[in-house]
């Protein structure tokens, strides 16, 4: 995929505690033509004991024009038809109750769907500016289009998201400037006019899981800002006799780095790579 990149990360004490399996892979193209990797997404499935969670991380249609939104929704049915996790026939692909592990995104248990959506504002870009001034996102989200999809149907019906109580994430003049695009007397010359949006966006699907911290970051990699979500969900364990396992600090973030990632940029911010780095080194 171009420009699409998941990264799972598990504590090594649930590693070394439960039993998980059946991690499998797919990646599905829905760019140019319908086929071509600038636009899709790459989903994980695994089950951790009796439950089984997939994570999706997506890149979908841009554009803000009247319609655009129909090309994204369009573009996640296609994941959702055309994502497939095939069974080996080995073992590993039943548990001890002999369920057979999902096929499909919504076989899973536990669905975490993330990335640079693109869904803009339904709202001409100075009212849109006026509320940003004014920080009432709550009357900004009611310009959303993926909320409307959301409440509407057109898209991921019965999802959930948490509420949105931050700033547009895009679009940024450059990615070291802290001023949306265009939208005024300092927009640079050539600059493209964008109505700022909260394009990277994070959603879940599934019963027995809370949502404890929704937020954006102030990370200068792009002209995107990366946004976070902390969660905590139950997973069932095979054995009647054993608790429930409560995992905690599921923290998907997205990133969208421009340049390179190999070291501290020339401005010294801290570049994917090095972040990385460091969370591991923390562990």
């Given at each position: 995929?171009?420009?699409?990149?998941?990264?799972?990360?598990?504590?090594r004490?649930?590693?070394?505690?439960?039993?998980?399996?059946?991690?499998r892979?797919?990646?599905?193209?829905c760019?140019?033509?319908?086929y071509?990797?600038?636009?899709?997404?790459?989903?994980?499935?695994?089950?951790?004991?009796?439950?089984?969670?997939?994570?999706?991380?997506?890149?979908?249609?841009?554009?803000?024009?009247k319609?655009d939104?129909?090309?994204?929704?369009?573009?996640?049915a296609?994941?959702?038809?055309?994502?497939?996790?095939p069974?080996?026939?080995?073992?590993?692909d039943?548990?001890?109750n002999?369920?057979?592990?999902?096929?499909?995104?919504?076989?899973?248990?536990?669905?975490?769907?993330?990335?640079?959506?693109?869904y803009?504002?339904?709202?001409?870009?100075?009212?849109?500016r006026?509320?940003?001034?004014?920080?009432?996102?709550?009357?900004?989200?009611?310009?959303?289009?993926l909320?409307?999809?959301?409440?509407?149907?057109?898209?991921?019906?019965?999802?959930?998201?948490?509420?949105?109580?931050?700033?547009?994430?895009?679009?940024?003049?450059?990615?070291?400037?802290?001023?949306?695009?265009?939208?005024g007397?300092?927009?640079?010359?050539?600059?493209?006019?964008?109505t700022?949006?909260?394009?990277?966006?994070?959603?879940w699907?599934?019963?027995?899981?809370?949502q404890?911290?929704?937020?954006?970051?102030?990370?200068?990699?792009s002209?995107?800002?990366?946004?976070?979500a902390?969660?905590?969900?139950?997973?069932?364990?095979?054995?009647?006799?054993?608790?429930?396992?409560?995992?905690?600090?599921?923290?998907?973030?997205?990133?969208?780095?421009?340049?390179?990632?190999?070291?501290?940029?020339?401005?010294?911010?801290?570049?994917?790579l090095?972040?990385?780095?460091?969370?591991?080194?923390?562990c």
């Amino acid at each position: 995929m171009v420009g699409v990149f998941i990264s799972v990360w598990m504590n090594r004490k649930v590693l070394q505690k439960w039993r998980v399996s059946n991690v499998r892979v797919c990646s599905v193209a829905c760019g140019v033509m319908g086929y071509l990797g600038n636009k899709g997404s790459v989903a994980v499935s695994m089950s951790i004991e009796g439950t089984s969670l997939c994570f999706v991380a997506a890149h979908l249609a841009s554009g803000e024009k009247k319609g655009d939104e129909g090309r994204r929704n369009h573009q996640v049915a296609e994941i959702f038809r055309r994502t497939c996790f095939p069974r080996n026939t080995t073992k590993d692909d039943y548990d001890i109750n002999n369920h057979h592990h999902p096929l499909t995104i919504l076989g899973h248990d536990r669905i975490f769907w993330f990335g640079d959506l693109n869904y803009r504002l339904y709202l001409e870009d100075k009212h849109a500016r006026n509320l940003i001034r004014k920080q009432d996102w709550k009357g900004l989200h009611e310009f959303d289009q993926l909320q409307k999809e959301l409440e509407e149907g057109g898209v991921f019906e019965g999802w959930k998201e948490g509420n949105i109580e931050f700033a547009p994430t895009y679009k940024y003049s450059s990615s070291i400037s802290n001023r949306y695009c265009g939208g005024g007397l300092h927009t640079k010359s050539g600059e493209k006019q964008r109505t700022p949006a909260w394009c990277d966006r994070i959603l879940w699907y599934g019963k027995g899981i809370e949502q404890l911290h929704y937020t954006r970051s102030e990370i200068t990699f792009s002209d995107h800002r990366p946004v976070s979500a902390l969660f905590t969900t139950h997973i069932e364990i095979n054995s009647s006799a054993t608790p429930l396992l409560q995992l905690h600090k599921f923290q998907p973030t997205l990133l969208h780095p421009t340049h390179g990632v190999n070291k501290e940029d020339e401005d010294g911010n801290p570049t994917l790579l090095s972040l990385l780095t460091k969370d591991v080194q923390a562990c």
